[in-house]
């Protein structure tokens, strides 16, 4: 399986400003995927980043809330912009692989912790 | 909302006893999986069951699956202090798709 190294793995930021996570994959895949967990809370998919085009955004997040860039198959960033305290989360990078049964799993980086105050 | 349910919320066991928690989901699935997450990091996948399994055993890990009332468990056997994190239950719709809805998530607590 891929291993995804993210950063920072935690900040804390001021309101109003934007923050861009880094994700980087050890190796070369279609799709990369953001999702967003609120404190307690479970996993929630913000987006799809394609390769070569914009990102695919779920229901309830647009692209200038949450810019997001692909320049190449191993390499994405995810921009919290403009942030208030509700955007206090963490935000995880994530990539589809086959498992040992052949059906796909995800794969996790280790997250990016972030606290506005 | 599509997201899946789980319970209990949280569970606290001692070191030695079985973990049993349980996830309920809203839609017809390909497959449905187990994944683990220590502290607020990144999730670990644990374990996978396909629509057509009943039941799966991994180590110390056995999923069941009942697609006639859409719910999963997931029982943890002899647990150990390490045990202590978040387990998720994950469901795939339609074969290809790489939408995973999580599940609500149970805090699982194993004291030594």
């Known amino acids: 399986s891929a291993v995804i190294s993210q950063k920072p793995s935690r900040d804390i930021c001021q309101r109003g400003t934007s923050l861009t996570i880094q994700c980087q994959v050890d190796?070369?895949?279609?799709?990369m995927f953001w999702y967003r967990q609120q404190p307690g809370q479970s996993l929630t998919l913000i987006a799809t980043?394609?390769?070569?085009?914009?990102?695919?955004?779920e229901s309830g997040f647009v692209i200038d809330k949450f810019p997001i860039s692909r320049p190449n198959l191993t390499f994405s960033t995810l921009t919290v912009s403009n942030m208030s305290p509700e955007d206090s989360s963490i935000y995880l990078c994530?990539?589809?692989?086959?498992?040992?049964?052949?059906?796909?799993?995800?794969?996790f980086g280790a997250g990016s912790r972030l606290t506005v105050l | 909302s599509q997201q899946g349910e789980e319970d209990p919320q949280a569970l606290s066991i001692q070191e030695g006893e079985n973990a049993t928690m349980n996830c309920s989901y809203k839609?017809?699935?390909?497959?449905l999986q187990w994944y683990r997450q220590n502290s607020g990091r990144g999730l670990v996948h644990l374990i996978l069951?396909?629509?057509?399994?009943r039941e799966k055993h991994s180590g110390r890990l056995r999923v069941t699956l009942d697609t006639s009332k859409k719910s999963s468990s997931l029982l943890i056997t002899a647990s150990r202090a390490a045990d202590t994190a978040s387990y998720f239950c994950?469901?795939?719709?339609?074969?290809?798709?790489?939408?995973?809805?999580f599940g609500t998530g149970t805090r699982l607590k194993v004291l030594a």
């Open positions: 994530s990539v589809v692989h086959r498992g040992h049964s052949g059906a796909n799993v995800l794969t």
């Open positions: 190796s070369q895949v279609t799709m």
């Open positions: 980043a394609n390769q070569g085009s914009e990102a695919t955004y």
């Open positions: 839609t017809s699935i390909n497959n």
């Open positions: 069951i396909r629509s057509n399994e």
């Open positions: 994950a469901t795939a719709g339609r074969s290809g798709t790489y939408k995973y809805i």
